[in-house]
């Protein structure tokens, strides 16, 4: 594939680092996309988004966005806001997949009650997906979501669920018939986290720059009105939002920038060596196929082509990451032990990418389905 961008591209990409460079604190770029995920920086970044049109452009003008229809404005965008630490905090989600899903699933009322606020950066969003006994197995989920006259009553738990302390809303999958496996009688509701019988608790990891969260809905009482989409028809609604999950992070991007920082402080400290060469070409090849896999992801998706390629993609992503990681932990030594450093920071990123966004052994699963023929899942 022969890539370049226009002149056009090319002016936005140098705007968008012009606006970044003049609106961020010093230092900003260091840390781990999702660190602060709703801090007040992060909140004035993307209400300063949303007042050129840059938060989710790729939105139609009447939901909120710029009527962009071209993917590649919000590519470069987003390639540029990982590069520096993803200073939309939690808010990248929403416009990469949350969003989109209630554009595509959603009714009217729906639409104006909730994109205008998401396009303009004042709406937090988690997603209640991973169980306590579903997590790689999503279809296998057990939160239930039963009639009562006009509303449903939900109890369940979600586990592993990052930016819920912060969060308005969550994005969440309850089985509302009566298959107990399998894509089948799932619904998706956008359930306020407010709601009586929700509760949320933190939970302890090594990870701690990126906070998950143990969720509990007991008895919570939701309208029909808050259901996305179809009763039982949230499999294909989700099937399609996981595509732009998978992908629509630009993570190579911040692991290109993170390996070019290691290897620059390796070079002025005389750490680097002739038997370094190869590993720092394969993660830097690796970053490239990543970018250029998300590339094809991105042409297709909008041509309606794609078959497995936001598996292959993801797949791509994580093991840049991973190789980007295992350079950054030869070349610095002693000092990728200490906490915040960027060695330390990509070790960490490194580990989310192959579990946030379906787990990396799940995507090479699904590749193998593909190629085997075998009957489609998530």
Request: aromatic share 8%; net charge negative.
């Amino acid at each position: 594939m022969e890539f370049g961008w226009s002149e056009s591209e090319a002016a936005f990409r140098a705007e968008v680092r012009a606006f970044i460079a003049a609106n961020l604190p010093a230092g900003w770029r260091t840390l781990v996309p999702g660190e602060e995920p709703y801090s007040d920086i992060t909140l004035e970044f993307c209400r300063k988004l949303a007042a050129r049109g840059w938060f989710a452009p790729h939105w139609p003008v009447e939901f909120g966005g710029a009527g962009d229809a071209s993917p590649w404005r919000f590519a470069i965008l987003s390639e540029e806001l990982w590069s520096n630490g993803e200073p939309r905090g939690s808010q990248y989600m929403n416009v990469n997949w949350i969003g989109p899903a209630i554009i595509t699933a959603g009714n009217e009322e729906q639409k104006r009650r909730f994109l205008p606020q998401i396009a303009s950066g004042e709406m937090l969003w988690c997603q209640g997906f991973s169980e306590p006994e579903a997590g790689s197995d999503l279809a296998a989920l057990k939160t239930s979501a039963r009639r009562d006259g006009d509303d449903y009553i939900i109890n369940g738990e979600k586990v592993w669920t990052s930016y819920a302390a912060g969060a308005h809303y969550c994005f969440l999958l309850a089985r509302t018939g009566e298959a107990q496996s399998g894509g089948g009688a799932i619904s998706i509701f956008l359930v306020p986290m407010n709601a009586p019988g929700v509760s949320v608790k933190v939970i302890p990891t090594m990870l701690a720059i990126h906070q998950i969260h143990h969720l509990v809905f007991d008895h919570v009482r939701v309208s029909e009105a808050d259901r996305l989409g179809a009763e039982n028809a949230g499999w294909g609604v989700i099937r399609d939002a996981l595509a732009d999950e998978r992908v629509g992070t630009p993570r190579h991007m911040r692991a290109t920038v993170v390996l070019d920082a290691v290897v620059a402080e390796a070079g002025r400290r005389g750490r680097l060596s002739a038997a370094d060469n190869a590993s720092i070409v394969e993660a830097r090849a690796a970053c490239l196929a990543a970018r250029l896999m998300a590339y094809r992801f991105r042409q297709l998706r909008g041509a309606g082509q794609l078959e497995g390629e936001p598996y292959v993609a993801r797949g791509a992503i994580v093991r840049a990451e991973r190789a980007v990681a295992e350079v950054a932990a030869n070349l610095g030594g002693a000092d990728s032990l200490i906490a915040g450093s960027l060695h330390d920071g990509e070790f960490r990123t490194s580990l989310i990418a192959g579990l946030g966004g379906g787990a990396y052994e799940m995507q090479l699963n699904l590749i193998a389905r593909l190629w085997l023929r075998l009957p489609k899942t998530a």
